[in-house]
DNA sequence: GCGACAG
DNA sequence: ATCTTGTCGC
């Protein structure tokens, strides 16, 4: 069955810019989900059928402490709204919701491909995410999008500000040593600190976070199935 | 106006 | 995001 696309969601550019700028005040900073490595962490991530207008979202929920995986689930719908810098969540978020909605176990913290408050009105897809489900949030980008940020050490743990002008508004993380750093921002219920720990905590082997690899997977190989099934 | 621009 | 071959290295 396909997610539909909740209620009054917008259709176009300034109706999606007006909804970030009523929502972007409601965005807590403070750490109150689970502390890095305990309870568990679901990572979020969503593949695109253009040619079909059809997206599948997947959701995995991994023991903060061992990276085991605890649940995943899947969820398939329309795509609901073109890809505009700055707009990513409106295109996202809807499956999104229907693969969170379909898991049994508690999320924990979400992690999310993307920025939260790294974002032109400070208001990403994880945060975005976050305030729409109260869950604590937090967003891994693979690129830094219009930000800027001095250079950073080579070693694993090495990071730097992420800025928008003189906004400190995330972080340039070295999660592999030698690697290109993740751009890393609060969602939601998270701080800054505690997302660089959290991010660090997620990454042993590989220079993304297991749940950012887990979900990713899931939602190519849902869509997959879904060709072989229409 | 032009280019850049999370996924 | 997605389209795609080989290739260098542990």
């Not at 085991?68 to 969820?75: C, R």
């Not at 976050?130 to 090495?158: D, I, W, Y």
């Amino acid at each position: 069955m396909i997610t539909g696309v909740p209620e009054g969601w917008p259709t176009d550019e300034a109706a999606a810019r007006a909804v970030q700028d009523a929502l972007r005040d409601r965005v807590v900073r403070d750490e109150t989900g689970p502390a890095p490595g305990t309870g568990t962490v679901t990572g979020i991530d969503v593949a695109y059928d253009d040619a079909r207008d059809l997206v599948a979202a997947a959701a995995v929920v991994l023991d903060a402490a061992t990276l085991d995986v605890v649940e995943e689930a899947t969820a398939v719908g329309r795509v609901a709204f073109p890809y505009v810098p700055g707009l990513l969540a409106f295109r996202e978020i809807p499956a999104v919701l229907g693969a969170l909605k379909a898991l049994r176990t508690d999320p924990g913290l979400v992690v999310c491909d993307g920025y939260g408050l790294a974002h032109p009105r400070r208001f990403g897809l994880a945060s975005h995410l976050g305030v729409l489900t109260g869950l604590p949030t937090m967003g891994v980008a693979k690129n830094p999008f219009a930000f800027e940020h001095g250079s950073l050490g080579q070693e694993r743990g090495s990071a730097v500000a992420l800025r928008d002008g003189d906004e400190e508004v995330g972080r340039a993380l070295r999660t592999r040593d030698g690697v290109k750093p993740v751009y890393v921002s609060v969602g939601h219920r998270v701080s800054l600190a505690g997302v660089c720990a959290h991010t660090l905590a997620l990454t042993p082997a590989y220079r993304l976070p297991e749940t950012t690899r887990r979900a990713d997977r899931l939602c190519r190989d849902a869509l997959i199935d879904l060709s072989a099934r229409p």
